[in-house]
């Protein structure tokens, strides 16, 4: 299967920051990569797909890069709403994975 | 509005078994395939399997081959998982979650992530 990896784990932002979060895949994947978002108790929401597409409804501060093995996930300026975990997920082949999850919380 | 809920998760012994349903509504059932995904207790995500739309092709992750089915009845809209020889390392929280992209009119499923997913019903293995 392949490995997702994301980086940090856990990011400590004030409401403003531009924040960044990488995801490394073992193997090349293209450019089908995923991001979703989410909050304690509630399902995970698709922010990204296709590495740099913006979800349906999604706010245009995130924005997503990158192809092969490197991605990173962007927040323009962080907001209140935006405190949560982060997953990042691979959709090449089955089975799918997900990155640990990186959990941004208030600085 | 596209809408899917899960049901039949609880506690259950080791060794036994579960079925949980996901109903869907709000879009062509039958157009989309339609996935698992659990998560553990504090811990992060697990993709577990895929049934295409017509319920022809299905994958699983390694962890539940051979213990898990994944089926579907597009007469009512909905998804199925059957959970056998369950142990303490299935106690979680299982979401369905819906293809992002239909087939298309050539009977393609195109690549993509999830899109919308259930708010989870949680399992707990347990004597």
């Known amino acids: ?107 | 509005q596209v809408q899917l809920v899960e049901s039949g998760g609880g506690v259950v012994q080791p060794g036994r078994s579960l079925r949980l349903s996901c109903v869907a509504s709000g879009f062509t059932f039958s157009s989309y395939g339609m996935h698992w995904v659990r998560q553990s207790p504090g811990k992060g995500l697990e993709w577990m399997a895929v049934i295409s739309h017509d319920g022809k092709n299905k994958y699983y992750v390694d962890s539940v081959k051979g213990r898990f089915t994944i089926s579907r009845d597009n007469s009512k809209n909905t998804l199925y998982l059957q959970m056998n020889s369950l142990t303490a390392d299935d106690t979680a929280v299982y979401y369905c979650a819906k293809h992002r992209v239909g087939v298309t009119v050539f009977g393609v499923a195109p690549k993509g992530p999830t899109d919308v997913w259930g708010h989870g019903t949680a399992v707990t293995v347990s004597s």
């Open chain 1, 1 to 107: 299967d392949i490995q997702m990896t994301q980086s940090p784990s856990t990011l400590s932002a004030s409401v403003g920051d531009r924040v960044t979060i990488t995801c490394r895949a073992n193997q090349s994947i293209s450019s089908w990569l995923a991001w979703y978002q989410q909050k304690p108790g509630k399902p995970p929401n698709l922010l990204i797909y296709k590495a740099s597409s913006l979800g349906s409804g999604v706010p245009s501060r995130f924005s997503g890069s990158g192809s092969g093995t490197e991605f990173t996930l962007t927040i323009s300026s962080l907001q209140p709403d935006d405190f949560a975990t982060y997953y990042c997920q691979h959709y090449y082949s089955y089975a799918w994975t997900f990155g640990q999850g990186t959990k941004v919380e208030i600085k």
